[in-house]
């Protein structure tokens, strides 16, 4: 079967080729754009096509892949927000996706940015490269018996969860679901976890439900120096009222790996360019914010974990049988 992979970034083509021997039935060909109603043509003649995160699976793109024939829709990552259901449906598409492959790499990540923010290792590294070792303004604090609260203890979440129980923290958490595997965590009310953790780590989806769940009341019920960290969707925030937390003071460090005005950035190198009413540049400004561009789910592990099940949801679609768990409905 033959895939057209689009929006191909070198690290994609590498670790798909490293497991591509394993399925030889299967035949890739990458572009480094990405789709869209204008490229989506490309795809004539392949049984599938292979897409990521930010791709543009909206109406127009779809009516042209059903044009081409085109029956398989492969997502080689979680989200599936940027497809258009309906139509897809409609023209009886299938569509596979990669729902969990390292919830560890975005816990691990989520917890290197509060151990930036805390102890201000992005002004260290720039400190000590210049000959600075003067100590000021790079006093952090023990994370040790602190509370940690971890709002959504699903994959993710309950890999922060143990990772914070490791580093001795009380974790407290809220989610509308209780993990049963997390037997040291005490699940409180959304409200109580606001006003007692020191580091408060984002792990729900984005939703109606969730979308600026972090505004300028929940802020305010926070504990003055808290830690905030945001490795799930930028959504979950509402930007400006941070930027008004953050101006009041109330922050001791905020680490976002995802924010709201991300789209345009994100795995883009923009670095000759000026950010004009960016609410990203002025959040950069601040000198106890670090954000990093989606980067939570890039280790070798996880990507090798989603070249696989890629891989192996294109097999199960050709035999007939579409892995059923990765199937988008
Ligand atoms: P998951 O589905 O395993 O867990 C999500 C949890 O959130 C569930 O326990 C669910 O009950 C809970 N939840 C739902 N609504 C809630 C609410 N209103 N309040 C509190 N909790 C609520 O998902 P996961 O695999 O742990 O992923 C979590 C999020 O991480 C994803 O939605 C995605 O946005 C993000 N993510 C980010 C990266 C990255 O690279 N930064 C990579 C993968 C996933």
Redesign the pocket.
């Given at each position: 079967m033959k895939i057209l992979f689009y929006d191909t970034k070198p690290y994609d083509k590498d670790t798909f080729e490293h497991e591509l021997p394993k399925y030889p039935d299967v035949q890739i060909d990458y572009l480094k754009t990405d789709i869209s109603p204008k490229t989506a043509p490309l795809a004539r003649g392949y049984d599938g096509i292979c897409a990521f995160v930010s791709s543009d699976l909206g109406t127009a793109t779809l009516d042209v892949l059903h044009e081409c024939g085109v029956k398989l829709i492969l997502m080689r990552?979680?989200?599936f927000n940027n497809i258009d259901l309906e139509t897809a449906a409609k023209y009886g598409m299938t569509i596979l996706r990669v729902?969990?492959?390292s919830?560890e790499?975005?816990a691990e990540?989520?917890m290197a940015l509060a151990l930036a923010v805390n102890r201000h290792l992005h002004k260290s590294y720039i400190k000590v490269r210049e000959n600075n070792f003067s100590l000021m303004g790079l006093m952090g604090f023990n994370f040790h018996q602190k509370t940690a609260g971890i709002?959504?203890?699903?994959?993710?979440?309950?890999?922060m969860a143990r990772i914070c129980h490791g580093f001795g923290m009380k974790v407290i958490a809220?989610?509308?679901?209780q993990?049963p595997s997390l037997d040291f965590v005490t699940y409180v009310s959304?409200d109580e976890l606001l006003s007692s953790s020191d580091l408060i780590s984002?792990?729900?989806?984005?939703?109606d439900?969730?979308y600026h769940?972090i505004n300028k009341d929940t802020i305010e019920k926070m504990k003055d120096n808290v830690i905030l960290i945001n490795?799930?969707?930028g959504g979950l925030i509402k930007t400006d009222d941070l930027i008004l937390g953050i101006r009041a003071r109330k922050f001791f460090g905020v680490g976002l790996?995802?924010y709201e005005e991300e789209t345009p950035n994100v795995f883009e190198d923009r670095s000759d360019e000026i950010l004009e009413h960016s609410t990203t540049a002025r959040l950069l400004s601040f000198p106890n914010v670090i954000i990093t561009s989606?980067?939570?789910?890039?280790t070798e592990e996880?990507l090798e974990a989603i070249a696989e099940t890629t891989l192996s949801n294109a097999v199960s679609y050709e035999k007939g049988a579409p892995n059923e768990g990765n199937l988008v409905k």
């Open positions: 990552c979680a989200g729902p969990g492959y919830p790499a975005v990540h989520a709002i959504g203890t699903g994959k993710i979440g309950a890999a809220y989610d509308v679901y993990n959304l984002l792990h729900c989806p984005l939703m439900s969730t769940m490795t799930s969707r790996d995802v989606h980067q939570g789910f890039f996880a």
